[in-house]
């Protein structure tokens, strides 16, 4: 809180993009999910098959995951598809 505007102290955001464990912005939440897939699929796997077999689904699934995210991440946060063109809508205001 550097900045001052009338005397009271102005929270100006974040300087840095947000980063946790080399996971960035909207990939932590992705990332949490599939953490949070993965320990679900350990109970499920644990009850169904035993304790070994739950243990090594939710590494492949944790692994699966975050190798997903690491890889999309590498095509930027903002990666959106974006449609070359032009496109005509009808009938968008019909009375």
């Known amino acids: 809180m ?3 505007n009338d005397g009271y102290p102005v929270f100006k955001g974040l300087q840095k993009p947000l980063e946790f464990m080399g996971i960035r912005g909207r990939f932590l ?7 949070g897939v993965s ?7 644990s ?6 077999a739950g243990f090594v689904a ?3 699934m944790a692994a699966v995951g975050l190798v ?17 063109g032009i496109f005509i809508y009808h ?5």
């Open 47 to 52: 009850i169904a098959l035993g304790k070994l």
């Open 29 to 35: 939440t992705l990332a949490a999910a599939a953490i």
């Open 68 to 84: 997903t995210i690491y890889v999309k991440q590498r095509g930027g946060l903002h990666n959106k598809k974006r449609d070359r």
């Open 58 to 60: 939710m590494l492949v």
């Open 2 to 4: 550097a900045a001052y």
């Open 39 to 45: 320990f679900v699929g350990f109970i499920v796997f």
């Open 91 to 95: 009938n968008l205001f019909k009375r």
